[in-house]
Every structure is written in structure tokens, then in C-alpha cells.
């Protein structure tokens, strides 16, 4: 944590630190035998601790949110390498995939587990995946939602309290991770993608007439009425279908203002019928963006502001994977091998939960203190002079009051 993003390797920590040696760190990372799952579960139970508490303040249910997150590299000998998609640079790139859980309430969140995918070219060749450490039980082919429901099972089975799921398109697309989400009775708001498709009553499967006598009578019941796209459905859309929400959460610039859209759908997966209810929010201030959402709770479950607030989520989430890699160094790793990749994880994830403790106990002091700031300060109290610790606290004080002076201004009435 005392090195900067995109310095903060074995080698770079060998030349800044007194003392210290690449060697010890590559061993301590790579062949040490501790056990990285431990490290993680105690995190997740600590950050479901803290999440409990601030569910008890703000009144809202917490989430479980699963997503990926790229890290970039060279070579094809680091584990589970491959040309595929890494979302922090939009598009295919030679990057190691990681799967990631995270808690979140109100404004509070912290990464409590991963997985690394395991791309096929790996799990095909099994030679390749030995000389990189991937255990036997491991090689197998298995898709990110499926890495999403094992984390899921295993945050039940360690004692990490939640109230829903959510997750980006990827994981609300997939028919397999809504499923496996139901049958644990486990209720869920998934992002889906626009081209999804819709039905806006339930439709009933009839055999459909013989229209002229050519041809053979069809056999195969279709549904009643056709199916429409999201995008294509949001577009009919009145002004009186959508709930104005002016004060969904505070922002640096004032409130964040939402349209939203609630509304029972039902969807045609291996040939049932499925009923869900459908969440649309689009953006009022700026470029209008739009985000749909499938939830298995019913539409007068929640109402539009409470279920905006299990879509809006995945803000917060997003903020604790720009802090771990800008901060903590998340992706700024030297290890090659299986064991490697998730012990410099299992210290991350370790890191996050212990500046959370920071910033929660400086809250009234110091309330807007970012992960940053705690970093800097820890820093500073553990390798700098009392005066250096009283110089960064006043840049800090003076650095805060001008960001709360233009944060005042938004909220003026």
C-alpha cells in the first residue's frame, strides 16, 4: 500500500523498502503454504459484521453483488492468461479474469470473495494448467455465473448475512445463475441487456390455425401474442408509466435523480413460463442512459424508489474495485502461479476491509475520508515523523473543506 498504482509489484517494493527483498515476497506470495480461502471467509464474516451495522443506520437491505474485473498482462505463461474480453479497457485484451463478490449497504461496501476464471484453451489443456498450479478440481471448464453461485453458496455456508443479489448483464442474462438464485429462495435484481426479450401479459400456447392448405398442420403450441425487445418496449412508454424519484442517494453534485419504471413481465426459458417483474431507470440530468433490471420479487414487493436503490448499487461496488486497483494494487502483481494469484488477493480484499474499519471509525472526525486518504495517513503514522502526519493532516482538512464547500453548493435550496 505505500507504493503508487501501476508500481506497487514485488520489485518496486524491494527498491522503496528498507530491508526488504523480491525474493521473500515472490515465496511468501507464490509457494507459502497459508491458506487464502481462511484469509477470505474471516474477511467476509468482518465486512458482514460492519454491513449489519449499517443496515441497522440507513434501514435498507444489503446486497450481494458479483461482477468481473480484468487485469491486464503480457506473455501467455501467467495462470489462466488468455486474449478475452477485460472490461476496464472495452475490449478483447491479453488479461486475467477475476469474478468477484462484494457486500453492499447504503454507501458502505467491501469485496468479500473472487474466483479466477478459468478460460477453455486452460481447462483443455491440462498440462499447461498443472505447470501453473491450478489444482485438479479446479481445471474444469466452469463459466463466471457459475463461479457467481459458488460464492453465493459459500458467503450461506460461512455466515455472511445478505437480503438480495445483484449483478451486471452477464449474470442477469443467464437463465442457469436466476435459477440457482430461486431454488435457494434467494431473491434478486440483475441487470439484463436491452436486446432481452419481454412478453406484457403471460402469453397462452395455442396450435396455431392452418391459414391455407398447403403445407402440414403445425403440431407445436406458440404463444398467443409476440414478444418485444426492452428497448423497443421503453419507447412506448407515457409519461404516466414512470415514478420521478428526485432524491434517490446524494452525490458530490447534488441529489441523483432518476426515472423509474416497475412493471410484472414474463419471459419464455426451455419452454415455461416465467413471471418477473421489470426495473427501468433512465437518468435525468446529462446523456439519458438507460438500465433494465430482472427481479424475481413481485412489482408491489417494493416499490420503484426501493427497487432503484437495488439497481443503483452496483455504484458503490464499482468504487471498491477503482480503490483496489488505484490504491491497493490489486492488479499490480508478479506471480505467475495459481497459488500466487490468489494469496495477492486474499491481502487485497484484507487491505479494503481494514481502511473501511479506518474510515468508519474517522467518520465524525473526518467524514469525508476516502480510501485514499486513509491509505496516505496510514502510510505516514507508520513510516513518517509526528510532523509529517500533522503536515498531511492539515493538507487533508484543507483539501476536504474546499470539496464540502462545492459539495454545499448543490444542496443549497
Not at 443506520?57 to 474485473?69: L, M, Q
Not at 474517522?362 to 496516505?376: E, G, H
Request: proline share 3%; aromatic share 8%.
Amino acid at each position: 500500500m505505500r507504493l503508487e498504482k501501476g508500481k506497487a509489484n514485488m520489485e518496486r517494493m524491494e527498491e522503496e523498502i528498507p530491508g526488504s527483498e523480491y525474493r521473500i515476497y515472490q515465496h511468501f506470495l507464490t509457494n507459502s503454504k497459508w491458506d487464502h480461502q481462511g484469509v477470505i471467509l474471516k474477511v467476509a464474516r468482518d465486512a458482514s459484521e460492519v454491513i449489519k451495522s449499517n443496515k441497522k443506520i440507513t434501514g435498507k437491505p444489503t446486497g450481494f453483488i458479483v461482477d468481473e474485473s480484468a487485469h491486464l498482462k503480457k506473455g501467455d505463461k501467467s495462470v489462466a492468461v488468455a486474449k478475452q474480453y477485460a472490461g476496464v479497457v472495452g475490449k478483447v485484451e491479453n488479461c486475467q479474469v477475476g469474478v468477484y463478490a462484494s457486500l453492499v449497504n447504503g454507501n458502505r461496501a467491501a469485496l468479500v470473495n473472487e474466483r479466477l476464471f478459468i478460460p477453455k484453451a486452460w481447462s483443455v489443456d491440462r498440462l499447461k494448467s498443472k505447470e501453473a498450479g491450478i489444482p485438479q478440481e479446479h481445471i474444469e471448464f466452469r463459466t463466471k455465473p457459475q463461479l457467481a453461485l459458488e460464492m453465493v453458496d459459500q458467503a450461506i455456508s460461512g455466515g455472511v448475512e445478505f437480503d438480495w443479489v445483484g449483478g451486471d448483464g452477464l449474470y442477469g442474462h443467464n437463465r442457469e445463475l436466476r435459477n440457482g438464485l430461486e431454488e435457494r429462495n434467494l431473491f434478486y435484481v440483475l441487470d439484463v441487456h436491452k436486446d432481452e426479450k419481454i412478453y406484457t401479459r403471460q402469453p397462452v400456447f395455442e396450435i396455431p390455425q392452418k391459414m391455407n392448405k398447403r403445407g402440414r398442420p403445425s403440431k407445436k403450441p406458440r404463444p398467443d401474442i409476440d414478444s418485444i425487445r426492452l428497448d423497443t418496449y421503453v419507447k412506448g412508454l407515457s409519461e404516466k408509466d414512470w415514478v420521478i424519484e428526485k432524491k434517490l442517494r446524494k452525490t458530490h453534485k447534488g441529489w441523483k435523480k432518476l426515472k423509474v419504471h416497475t412493471q410484472s413481465i414474463w419471459i419464455i426459458e426451455n419452454e415455461q413460463i416465467k413471471k418477473l417483474t421489470l426495473v427501468v431507470t433512465q437518468t435525468m440530468d446529462g446523456k439519458q442512459e438507460t438500465k433494465f433490471s430482472f427481479s424475481n420479487g413481485e412489482a408491489d414487493q417494493y416499490n420503484p424508489r426501493e427497487y432503484a436503490y437495488f439497481q443503483s448499487q452496483r455504484y458503490w461496488v464499482e468504487r471498491t474495485f477503482d480503490d483496489a486497483k488505484n490504491e491497493l494494487g490489486m492488479s499490480d502483481y508478479q506471480v505467475r502461479k495459481w497459488n500466487g494469484w490468489h494469496h495477492h488477493h486474499a491481502l487485497v480484499l484484507m487491505a479494503g476491509m481494514y481502511l473501511l474499519l479506518q474510515r468508519i471509525d474517522a467518520q465524525k472526525d473526518i467524514p469525508l475520508m476516502s480510501v485514499r486518504d486513509a491509505r496516505i495517513l496510514m502510510i505516514v503514522s507508520l513510516f513518517g515523523s509526528k510532523e509529517d502526519l500533522e503536515l498531511r493532516l492539515k493538507q487533508m482538512e484543507k483539501r476536504h473543506q474546499k470539496i464540502q464547500a462545492d459539495i454545499d453548493r448543490h444542496y443549497k435550496t
